[in-house]
């Protein structure tokens, strides 16, 4: 790629936008949201269904555009639970129910279901009792809708659950209830990407339209105006969510520039839609789906341009390689993203996906091709062929997910380690442009080494984080050594194990009783390298552990009344009355943590734990 292409003034303008949103801006609910309708006990809004149903075990649900709440004007988007009714896409509904806020508990490292709906733009939740369409959708929107349902009901009629919901995720992104052993195996093989209708899909039906349209003799334009007309109508069917439509909006840049005479149509295309999506939906720039796909595109952009495959190796050869770039930049590209989101990285993705992401098209192409011989009572003539492909996919995707080392877990990065890496990549996917490598290479190597130290340098000493979930308590304690420590047993151990990757570490170096209780053996398992101290009975009050430059000294329990009155609980009644506090000591500095982990504080600085909250002490 030519470096004239990172002058552009729309590529700094898109980075100024992302660094300003991602600093200066937090999703919120307008004047005129539904959000501020929660008062009222009962309501009745009509809204626009605006995504298709996902059925649950007791209701179908869907995102609702919201036009107005009990008689007056609304806006937002509202999250509803429809029982016992099938909610079509674009029709207008009358919903009858309570409001409610999305359930949240924001647990370190753990999945909150608020503030994942809340960077979609969406503060509330309906539960509907009762529900009637108002209005039915315009009949092009119906046809797309039928089309769609009627391919995802073909397919599991057609097909075992397991190689339907595969058909169906590859073809248009719905993979339904999908076996939870299977959808692990996804994970862990690098291959759960592939379930999502996303930008290599719009891609793959624009090109394919092409080859036809090129076969059949139109000319270049009408190729063109049919690719973009079949690509677009693809989309709609697929759900037309983000990464959908970023893609189609580059396929008509890239058209638009093959037609102008111009190569940089998937570069603009890339750069106009994401700025356009953030223009309007700024809170995408924290969907982590968003930033995936954005990444992805990005990275196979540059290393597809800027790495050529020789063009005297064989085709074969060089397709095989192409998708080795292309995959190879976007496991790279994508590796703290899938690091401080899932802590897990699959290993083997990248040997799985020059197998399966090819095998992934063919499946695209041969599921709808059933589905057309299907309509046409001759689908016995691609079920054999469909039915094994769609076996030989499976039993990769396990297969590759059955090594030891399929998928690795992994700390979160820092964001001084994000910075410094992506520096080194950047450096790394330009170095075939010689003279432009050697312009960037002493900034991004003073970014590489320096943003790691910066870090270091201003990071505090000892951090304490507060964990409540419905009021039991817990605690993760870092230091800047590197020192981690759990307290508290209530907590579940995997949650509190993803609060602690959270921090960078993945095994704590003590695990921090309050009482005298035994450790659950869930815990010993997932911490079997961990020292536990465990008061009153192997340990007691005054005792001091010394580890590396960390000391932990156990106390007697040190309470607080909700005046802020601090007092301690001293002295030993054998009672499950007895329990205990810590201090943690580093270069000097003392951070104390009270009984149960219900506050921390040291010196003037004072924290206290607050129900399904995560509250940070920092020193």
């Given at each position: 790629?030519?470096?004239?292409?990172?002058?552009?003034?729309?590529?700094?303008?898109?980075?100024?936008?992302?660094?300003?949103?991602?600093?200066?801006?937090?999703?919120?609910?307008?004047?005129?949201?539904?959000?501020?309708?929660?008062?009222?006990?009962?309501?009745?809004?009509?809204?626009?269904?605006?995504?298709?149903?996902?059925?649950?075990?007791?209701?179908?649900?869907?995102?609702?555009?919201?036009?107005?709440?009990?008689?007056?004007?609304?806006?937002?988007?509202?999250?509803?639970?429809?029982?016992?009714?099938?909610?079509?896409?674009?029709?207008?509904?009358?919903?009858?129910?309570?409001?409610?806020?999305?359930?949240?508990?924001?647990?370190?490292?753990?999945?909150?279901?608020?503030?994942?709906?809340?960077?979609?733009?969406?503060?509330?939740?309906?539960?509907?009792?009762?529900?009637?369409?108002?209005?039915?959708?315009?009949?092009?929107?119906?046809?797309?809708?039928?089309?769609?349902?009627?391919?995802?009901?073909?397919?599991?009629?057609?097909?075992?659950?397991?190689?339907?919901?595969?058909?169906?995720?590859?073809?248009?992104?719905?993979?339904?209830?999908?076996?939870?052993?299977?959808?692990?195996?996804?994970?862990?093989?690098?291959?759960?990407?592939?379930?999502?209708?996303?930008?290599?899909?719009?891609?793959?039906?624009?090109?394919?339209?092409?080859?036809?349209?090129?076969?059949?003799?139109?000319?270049?334009?009408?190729?063109?105006?049919?690719?973009?007309?079949?690509?677009?109508?693809?989309?709609?069917?697929?759900?037309?969510?983000?990464?959908?439509?970023?893609?189609?909006?580059?396929?008509?840049?890239?058209?638009?520039?093959?037609?102008?005479?111009?190569?940089?149509?998937?570069?603009?295309?890339?750069?106009?839609?994401?700025?356009?999506?953030?223009?309007?939906?700024?809170?995408?720039?924290?969907?982590?789906g968003f930033q995936m796909s954005f990444l992805a595109t990005l990275a196979i952009i540059i290393c597809l341009n800027n790495y050529k495959v020789p063009g005297k190796w064989p085709k074969t050869l060089r397709f095989f390689?192409?998708?080795?770039?292309?995959?190879?930049?976007?496991?790279?590209?994508?590796?703290?993203?899938?690091?401080?989101?899932?802590?897990?990285?699959?290993?083997?993705?990248?040997?799985?996906?020059?197998?399966?992401?090819?095998?992934?098209?063919?499946?695209?192409?041969?599921s709808f091709a059933y589905y057309v011989c299907n309509s046409l009572h001759l689908g016995w003539i691609l079920h054999t062929v469909t039915y094994g492909a769609l076996w030989l996919f499976k039993t990769l995707v396990v297969?590759?997910?059955?090594?030891?080392?399929?998928?690795?877990?992994?700390?979160?990065?820092?964001?001084?380690?994000?910075?410094?890496?992506?520096?080194?990549?950047?450096?790394?996917?330009?170095?075939?442009?010689?003279?432009?490598?050697?312009?960037?290479?002493?900034?991004?190597?003073?970014?590489?080494?320096?943003?790691?130290?910066?870090?270091?340098?201003?990071?505090?000493?000892?951090?304490?984080?507060?964990?409540?979930?419905?009021?039991?308590?817990?605690?993760?304690?870092?230091?800047?050594?590197?020192?981690?420590?759990?307290?508290?047993?209530?907590?579940?151990?995997?949650?509190?194990?993803?609060?602690?990757?959270?921090?960078?570490?993945?095994?704590?170096?003590?695990?921090?009783?309050?009482?005298?209780?035994?450790?659950?053996?869930?815990?010993?398992?997932?911490?079997?390298?961990?020292?536990?101290?465990?008061?009153?009975?192997?340990?007691?009050?005054?005792?001091?552990?010394?580890?590396?430059?960390?000391t932990v000294q156990l106390n007697w329990g040190e309470h607080e009344t909700r005046e802020g009155r601090r007092w301690i609980s001293e002295g030993y009644s054998g009672t499950d009355k007895d329990d205990a506090s810590y201090?943690?000591?580093?270069?000097?500095?003392?951070?104390?943590?009270?009984?149960?982990?219900?506050?921390?504080?040291?010196?003037?600085?004072?924290?206290?734990?607050?129900?399904?909250?995560?509250?940070?002490?920092?020193?």
């Open positions: 790629m030519h470096p004239d292409m990172y002058k552009r003034p729309l590529l700094w303008c898109l980075a100024a936008l992302i660094v300003g949103l991602a600093f200066f801006y937090r999703p919120a609910p307008s004047g005129q949201d539904v959000f501020h309708f929660l008062p009222q006990k009962e309501v009745t809004l009509t809204g626009r269904v605006e995504s298709f149903a996902v059925r649950k075990k007791k209701s179908q649900n869907v995102i609702i555009k919201v036009f107005s709440v009990n008689g007056q004007k609304a806006t937002g988007q509202i999250y509803a639970r429809l029982p016992d009714f099938t909610p079509q896409w674009k029709d207008i509904l009358e919903i009858s129910g309570r409001l409610q806020q999305p359930y949240g508990v924001d647990l370190l490292g753990n999945f909150d279901w608020r503030n994942y709906l809340a960077d979609k733009g969406i503060f509330t939740e309906i539960k509907g009792s009762s529900v009637s369409v108002a209005r039915p959708a315009a009949w092009p929107w119906r046809v797309i809708r039928a089309l769609r349902a009627d391919i995802l009901r073909v397919l599991n009629e057609a097909f075992p659950p397991d190689l339907a919901s595969i058909a169906g995720g590859v073809l248009l992104g719905e993979r339904g209830e999908q076996d939870p052993a299977l959808y692990s195996a996804f994970q862990d093989s690098g291959a759960i990407h592939l379930l999502v209708a996303s930008g290599g899909n719009v891609g793959f039906v624009t090109l394919l339209t092409l080859a036809v349209c090129s076969w059949i003799g139109l000319s270049r334009k009408k190729m063109l105006l049919l690719a973009l007309g079949v690509a677009g109508a693809y989309t709609l069917i697929a759900g037309a969510d983000a990464p959908l439509v970023r893609a189609y909006f580059m396929a008509v840049c890239a058209c638009t520039g093959y037609l102008l005479g111009r190569n940089s149509g998937v570069f603009q295309g890339l750069l106009v839609s994401c700025f356009l999506i953030l223009l309007f939906q700024p809170a995408s720039v924290f969907e982590t390689a192409q998708i080795f770039l292309a995959t190879l930049s976007t496991q790279l590209v994508l590796l703290p993203e899938f690091t401080n989101v899932f802590y897990k990285v699959s290993v083997t993705g990248l040997i799985s996906n020059m197998l399966l992401v090819p095998l992934a098209s063919v499946l695209m192409g041969l297969y590759f997910a059955s090594f030891k080392m399929s998928a690795l877990q992994m700390a979160a990065w820092s964001a001084g380690t994000i910075t410094a890496y992506y520096a080194g990549l950047f450096l790394m996917f330009n170095l075939p442009l010689k003279n432009f490598a050697r312009k960037i290479a002493l900034p991004c190597l003073v970014v590489l080494f320096g943003a790691p130290l910066a870090e270091y340098f201003f990071a505090p000493d000892i951090q304490i984080y507060l964990l409540n979930e419905w009021n039991k308590s817990g605690a993760v304690i870092r230091t800047k050594n590197g020192g981690a420590f759990l307290a508290g047993s209530e907590l579940d151990p995997e949650k509190l194990q993803a609060a602690l990757l959270k921090t960078g570490v993945k095994q704590p170096n003590a695990i921090l009783l309050f009482t005298d209780e035994s450790v659950p053996p869930e815990f010993s398992a997932r911490f079997s390298n961990a020292r536990v101290i465990r008061p009153f009975a192997d340990n007691w009050p005054g005792d001091n552990f010394a580890f590396g430059p960390v201090c943690f000591i580093y270069k000097g500095k003392k951070a104390c943590l009270g009984a149960f982990s219900h506050f921390a504080y040291s010196g003037e600085k004072h924290a206290t734990a607050q129900r399904n909250k995560t509250i940070a002490l920092k020193i």
